[in-house]
């Protein structure tokens, strides 16, 4: 399975939008594997991790963010499980979970509660390695045009999450602790 194949299916090669995405999930990608080298003994599926990072932030083309070229009809958050619906179609069902649980650290029904988010009312925290890994290393990297190419720090992804919650920051630091130590 060719990631970009299917990412040709919904955008149009050369647009504002393919090209953030492909860059975007390129960076995610070598993030998600160095990440993974770090942890051997749980044996994540690299070959897995390669093809979902860069398949993670597909539903982006139906949310309405013109910033990143993308002129669909829903909020921006909710590309993760619009994702998931596009790949589960295809029969891609780990895949389609990690688009779905890479949103911020994980969200969960509560969060949807509290902030009365636009989300379907499940959890959707990542749970296996290979989530828990393309969430990590996707925080690092903003799909904004001023801030494409740098990595971001861990404070300040830190200071982001804050906001959210001190459990937030908690996961974050448990995947610091665990892939980059």
Known sequence: MNPIDIINKYYRSGSRAYEILIRHSKQVT??????AKKVPQLNP?????????MLHDIGIFLTNTHELGCKGKMPYICHGYLGREILEKIGLQRHALVCERHIGVGITTEDIKNYALPLPK????????????????DKFFSKNRDSLKKEKSVEDIKQYLKPY????????????????G
Request: glycine share 2%; with cysteine.
């Open 122 to 137: 499940r959890d959707m925290l990542p749970v296996s390695i290979e989530e828990q890994i393309i969430c990590f290393a």
């Open 30 to 35: 070598r993030k998600a594997l160095d990440a």
């Open 45 to 53: 599926d690299l070959d897995f991790i390669k093809e979902a990072a």
């Open 165 to 180: 919650g001190l459990e937030k920051v908690k996961r974050f630091q448990s995947w610091v602790d665990m892939f980059m």
